[in-house]
C-alpha cells in the first residue's frame, strides 16, 4: 500500500504547489482578483470532481480486467473510457459556458468581481477537456499496478504550469499581462501537453489501449460499468464544490476579502492534506483486489491500517499549521481581513483534520469494496446534513468564527458517521 501511496505524495504535492503558486501570484494582483478566484472555487472542483470519479471508474474496472488476465477487454475498455470520458466533459462545460453568469452572480460575485470571474472561467471550463484525459488515462495505469508515471506525469504538469503562472499573469516581452486569465491559460496548455505525455504512456509502455473503431455494444458496456462505480463518486464530488459554493455565498455577507481569505485557507488546507488524499488514492486498489479475491482478513487489516495512517498524517500537519497559522497566512498576503479570515481558520479547523481523513478513506474503502452509495452518503452527509445547516446557523450566531467552527463540527460529525457506517457494512457481510 506504502508502494502506491509513495509515487502519489510525490504527484499530488506537485499538483498542490501549483494550486498554492496560483494564489500566491493571483494574491500579487489584488484582493479583488484574489476573491474572483474564490468565486471560481467551487466550479473548479466541480471540473475535478467529475474527473476524479471517472478516473476512479477507470482505476476499478482496469483492475478488475487485468486481474482477470481479459487484456484485449482491458484494452478496448481504455478506448471506450476515453470516449465516454470526453463526451460527458464536453457537456459538463459547455452547461458551465451556458450558465456563467448566473451561477456565479447567485453565489454573490458582483460587478468587477463578476466580470474577473467570466474572464478566467472562459478559459477554464474548455480547459476542462484537456483535464479528463490525462486523468482517466492515469486511472487506468494505476489500474495496471503504475503508480510511478501517473505521478510523474502530475509534476511534469505541475511544474509547467508553476513556471508560465507569473509569465502569463504578469506578461514578459511580447507576451502581454493577462491577470487572473492567465492563470487559466497557463493551466490550460500544461493541460494539453500531459494529454500527449499520458496516452504516450498508455500506448507504447504499457499497451493498454486499443485504437480500433469502438462498437455500440462496447461503448454500452464499458459506459454501463463506469456509471456503476463512476457516477456515485462523480456525483458526491461534484455536490462537494456546490456544498463550497454555498458555504462562500453565506461567507460573501461579510465582504470580498473574507472569501478570499477563506479560500486561501482552504486551498492550504487542501495542500497540507495531500497525505491523506494520497493514502486514499494508494489504498484503493489494494482494498479492491482484496475485496474481489474474497480475502476479508486482510482488506480489515488493510481497512485499519489506511484509517490509522490517514489519522496520524492529519495531526501530524495540523499542529505545525495551527501554530504557524498566521505566518503561513502571510505568505499569500499580509494584514486586513483577507489574512484574518485565512489565519482563523488555519487556527481552528486543523484539530478536526483527523476526522476529515477518517470520513475520505471510509467513503474510499466503501467505493474499493462495492459500496460507492455507501460511501458517497459520507461525503453528502458531511456537507449538506452537518456543514451548510451549522455555517449558516453558527455563521449568525458568531460571524466568520462561527463559519470555522461549522467546519469543525462537520467534519466531527461525519466522522462517527463513517465508523457507524463500517459497523453496519461488516454487520451486513456477516449476515450475507
Not at 490550460?188 to 500531459?194: D, F, H, K, Q
Not at 480500433?212 to 455536490?239: E, K, Q, Y
Not at 476479508?296 to 497559522?325: K, Q, S
Not at 467546519?407 to 450475507?432: I, W, Y
Amino acid at each position: 500500500m506504502l508502494r502506491l501511496t509513495g509515487p502519489m505524495v510525490v504527484g499530488l504535492a506537485a499538483i498542490f504547489a501549483v494550486d498554492l503558486a496560483d494564489a500566491f501570484w493571483v494574491a500579487r494582483l489584488g484582493t479583488l482578483e484574489l476573491a474572483a478566484l474564490g468565486f471560481c472555487f467551487p466550479a473548479i472542483h466541480v471540473i475535478l470532481s467529475v474527473s476524479l470519479g471517472l478516473s476512479t471508474a477507470a482505476t476499478a474496472i482496469m483492475a478488475q480486467r487485468i486481474g482477470a488476465g481479459d487484456t484485449d477487454n482491458a484494452r478496448r475498455f481504455a478506448r471506450d473510457a476515453l470516449a465516454i470520458s470526453v463526451s460527458i466533459m464536453a457537456l459538463v462545460a459547455t452547461i458551465g459556458i451556458l450558465t456563467l453568469e448566473p451561477v456565479f452572480h447567485s453565489i454573490g460575485a458582483r460587478a468587477e468581481t463578476l466580470e474577473q470571474v467570466k474572464q478566467f472561467m472562459r478559459v477554464f471550463y474548455p480547459s476542462a477537456l484537456a483535464l479528463v484525459i490525462p486523468m482517466v488515462s492515469n486511472g487506468m495505469l494505476r489500474g495496471a499496478g503504475d503508480s510511478l508515471w501517473p505521478a510523474l506525469i502530475m509534476v511534469i504538469v505541475a511544474i509547467m504550469n508553476a513556471a508560465l503562472d507569473p509569465l502569463l499573469i504578469f506578461g514578459a516581452g511580447p507576451i502581454p499581462a493577462m491577470g487572473l486569465q492567465g492563470a487559466a491559460w497557463a493551466t490550460l496548455i500544461s493541460r494539453i501537453v500531459s494529454i500527449f505525455i499520458a496516452l504516450g504512456i498508455l500506448h507504447y509502455r504499457e499497451r493498454l489501449i486499443s485504437w480500433s473503431a469502438p462498437t455500440w455494444s462496447s461503448v454500452v458496456d464499458s459506459g454501463r460499468h463506469i456509471v456503476r462505480i463512476g457516477l456515485p463518486s462523480a456525483t458526491t464530488n461534484a455536490l462537494t464544490p456546490l456544498a463550497i459554493g454555498l458555504v462562500t455565498a453565506v461567507v460573501a455577507g461579510f465582504g470580498d476579502a473574507a472569501v478570499a481569505g477563506l479560500t486561501t485557507a482552504m486551498r492550504i488546507e487542501v495542500c497540507a492534506l495531500l497525505g491523506v488524499f494520497a493514502l486514499a488514492v494508494g489504498c484503493f486498489p489494494v482494498l479492491a483486489q482484496n475485496y474481489g479475491a474474497g480475502n476479508f482478513e486482510r482488506l480489515a487489516a488493510a481497512r485499519r491500517f489506511a484509517l490509522l495512517t490517514g489519522c496520524l498524517i492529519a495531526i501530524a500537519v495540523a499542529i505545525p499549521i495551527t501554530l504557524a497559522a498566521r505566518p503561513i497566512a502571510g505568505i499569500f498576503i499580509t494584514g486586513g481581513i483577507v489574512h484574518d479570515t485565512a489565519a482563523g481558520f488555519l487556527t481552528l479547523v486543523p484539530w478536526s483534520w483527523p476526522g476529515f481523513a477518517l470520513v475520505f478513506i471510509m467513503a474510499s474503502t466503501h467505493t474499493a469494496t462495492g459500496r460507492p452509495l455507501l460511501g458517497a452518503s459520507l461525503t453528502v452527509a458531511r456537507m449538506f446534513a452537518f456543514l451548510i445547516p451549522l455555517t449558516w446557523l453558527l455563521s449568525q450566531a458568531f460571524g466568520l468564527p462561527g463559519v470555522f467552527g461549522a467546519f469543525v463540527a462537520a467534519n466531527l460529525l461525519s466522522a462517527l458517521a463513517g465508523l457507524a457506517s463500517l459497523k453496519l457494512a461488516a454487520s451486513h457481510r456477516a449476515a450475507g
